[in-house]
Every structure is written in C-alpha cells, then in structure tokens.
C-alpha cells in the first residue's frame, strides 16, 4: 500500500480533479500541499460540476478527511465563500472533514490589492490577482500573519505592525494611502471564530493517520512546469509545486511517500504569460481550445492551446520522480488526421533534449517535431483498451517512450467512470 503524491506534469490544468476525485474513493485523507485560491479543480459527479480552489477534492467525497496542509497560503474569506458554496450543493463542510494546519499563512486584502497593482503595470506575469505571491513573500521575510495567530488576537496588533512595517513603506513608494492596522485587526477579528475551529496540528495528525495505516492522498495545484525552482521563471507561481513539496508541505517526511502520479493532457495548454515551445495560434490551437473547452477554472481565461511536448513531460518526470502517468483529454485529438509531438529542440541551431532555466533561451527554443497519425474512431468514454482505435493506442505507446514513464490511467471524458486503468497507485 502506497501513499499517493498527485501533481501537474505540465503547465496546470491537466484534469487534476477529476483524477484526484477517482483516487479519493480509494483513499482515507486527501490533502492540499501547497498553492492557493488561485488553483482550480473542477469534478463532475453523478452529473453534478462542483469547482473547488482552495478545498480538497476529498470534501465532496463522504467518509473522507481534507487536510489544508501548512504548505497552503489560506485566504480566510475566499474559504468560507467556498464552503458556503458546496453547502448550498448539499456538501457539508464541517471540522469533522476538515482540518487547516496552524502554520499556514493567511493571505489578506493587501497582498490581492498589491497583486492587483503589479499585475496592472508593464512587467506583468499572469497572476489571478489573488494575492498568493505577495502573501509567500511575507512568509518568506518572516512577517506574516500565520492560521494560528487568529487564536491570540491580543498578540495580534504587534504582528499586523510588523507586517505594515513592510507594506506601508512599499506604499509610500508607489504614492498609494498606508494602511490601517485597525482596520486589519477587526477584519481578522471577524474571521476568527469562523475558521478556528478547522485548525489542528497537522503534521501530528497525518503521522498519526499514517501510523494506523490509513491511505493518505496528496493534491498538488498547478503545474511542476509552475514551481519557483524547476518552472519556466519568472512566469511561475509562488511556491513549489514539485512532488517533494507534499512532504514540506504538509509537515511529513519524504519516506511517507509511495507513488507519484503525474497529470498530462494529450497535448499541451497554457494560462497567462510565458514561454510556449509548441504553441498553435492557428486554426488547430483554435480546435483543441473549442473541444478541449479550455478555459480557466478560477479566471475564465481562455488557455493557450498547443501540439503535446515530450521534451518538457520527461523533464517534470524527472524533477518529480513521477511514477507513473495519467493521460487526460485523449477524446480532444479524435478526428484529427495527423497529429504532431515535440521530441526534442533546437537553441540556435543546436540540438538540446531540455528546456533550458533561462528565460531568454526559453523563448528562443524551437520544436523538433515527429508526426503520428490520426484516428477517426471515437475515443470518448472508452473504459477499456479494447475500445479504442488502434492508433489512439500507438500514440499512447509513443508518449510512454518519449517521457520514460508508463501511463498508469487514461482518461476519455471528465466523468470519473469513463478511466482506463492500467495501475493502480495505491497497490504498488
């Protein structure tokens, strides 16, 4: 019995939720590790959509426990939006299925308004606006307001001054008004009572759950092609979304880790700014975006559509120690009657087989493609691999060559019954 680690083998929005939901019947906990309001899941259930951003999937789940882990920066009122938006779904979410670690950071008003203003300027890199980089650069420098300081409000002016100690200064420099710490004060005042009975210790809860054996599932957001260290920089998120952040992030060590199930649509998409090797601003980008539906979950922004790029897939395979993959949206690329693969790149003539750290090398690199054919069968809402074409299964196999890694689960519609399994995480 293995624990399972769930991340992003591209840029996000590879069908995370979905999988994770499939995953989760199988599971006793589910947990979030890292990331924000910022990420999007969308789960269809018995022919209901349910779109969560901050709550685990677990929590649509009966029986189950969602943990926020300390990895998490924790918008209190986007949280209590979203639970009164499942409750009114008929979900409830209560501190019987819900524990939020007492080490994560709060993201305030002024960090989504100081996103807000950066974002509006000439140097920005796609943000949702909500306020998740600026609250981990708080956590970073040591200063910010933390879960638990929401249990000691007569400590809490101190640490408000603290933090505007930063702000404020920031403020004066952009001719903006300084801040209010009373303001603040009766804001994460308010709040208090109604998230502080969710806080626990989580790292002492997920040992225990693990010491009884309990299997024990872990949510990334986003994409490894997102992480602040191994993403496309500066065009990234604010914290790591690699597989070893679930250890960090949740406050257990890395050997509480079995398996690492890597999400990859079957071919590539991209929100906001940054560079895109095999992006199509053509009329097949267009196809993939209309059948692919792809849109954001939190933003509604339409996603930057491209041809699948196994030069990027082996590399998150490696900086994630990915197991084993989960192929998404196989369904999108029926009909087409050619399909193209990146299987290496060109940097200024030179043949590389990785994308390379620096910004402007990622923006120079150009594809090297193969061509696959196409089928004309259907794909959709195939549940096993006798019903599906025989080219469909090639494609399959080449992907699997191209990344070294197996693909464990196949995906052929966003209805969780439509899987294909070919491994099952937690029986390795």
Known sequence: MANVVVVGSQWGDEGKGKIVDWLSEQADIVVRFQGGHNAGHTLVID??????????????????????GNGVVIDPQALLNEIGTLEKQGVAVTPDNLRIAENAVLILPLHQELDAIRESGTAKIGTTKRGIGPAYEDKVGRRAIRFMDLADLP??????????AHHNALRRGMNLPELDGQAIYQYLAAVAPKVLPYMDS????????????????????????????????????????????????????????????????AY????????????????????????????GTVTGRPRRCGWFDAVLVRQTVRTSGISGLALTKLDILDGFDEIQVCTGYKLDGRAIDYLPAGELA??????????????KEPTARARSWAQLPAQAIKYVRRIEELVGCPVALLSTSPEREDTILMTNPFET
């Not at 990334?220 to 070893?244: C, E, F, K, W």
């Open 47 to 68: 022919g209901k959509t349910y779109k969560l951003s901050l709550l685990p999937s677990g929590v649509v789940r009966g029986g189950k426990l969602s943990v926020i």
């Open 155 to 164: 400590a809490l002016p101190a640490k408000i001054e603290r933090l505007l």
């Open 268 to 295: 590539t998409t991209r929100v906001g700014e940054g560079p895109f090797p095999t992006e199509q601003k053509n009329e097949v980008g267009k196809t993939l975006g209309e059948r692919g539906r792809e849109f």
């Open 362 to 375: 990622q923006a120079r690199v150009e594809p090297v493609y193969e061509t696959i054919g196409g089928w």
């Open 202 to 265: 989580v790292w002492v809860l997920l040992d225990g759950k693990r010491r009884e054996g309990k299997r024990i599932l872990f949510e990334g957001a986003q994409g490894a092609l997102l992480d602040i260290d191994h993403g496309t920089y500066p065009y990234v998120t604010s914290s790591n979304t690699v597989a070893a952040q679930a250890a960090t992030g949740s406050g257990m060590g890395p050997n509480a880790i079995g398996y690492v199930l890597g999400i990859c649509k």
